[in-house]
């Protein structure tokens, strides 16, 4: 699956409408099933995120070919690790 800019600000609403406690990962993974979804604290990631939506930051992964890596290309991208940040700034 090759996301759209559409796709991203779809997901980066799901994230803003999703209330404090809530877990945005099952009306994601049914609304993008194409999509390998994962998520973390923040503070497991070194990479910079591709974008930041509310408490979350959502980075990218390319794992076509031979090693899973974040990538910054939506075209490449076949997953997702939300990254959680805490409370919205």
Request: aromatic share 6%; hydrophobic share 35%.
């Amino acid at each position: 699956m090759t996301l759209a800019a559409d796709d991203l600000t779809e997901i980066e609403r799901m994230l803003a409408a999703a209330g404090p406690g809530s877990n945005p990962l099952t009306p994601l993974r049914q609304r993008f099933p194409g999509l390998s979804w994962t998520s973390c604290d923040a503070s497991e990631m070194i990479e910079e995120p591709y974008r930041s939506a509310t408490r979350y930051d959502i980075h990218l992964v390319d794992r076509n070919d031979h090693c899973v890596q974040v990538t910054r290309d939506p075209e490449r991208a076949s997953g997702i690790v939300l990254a959680y940040r805490g409370a919205a700034a």
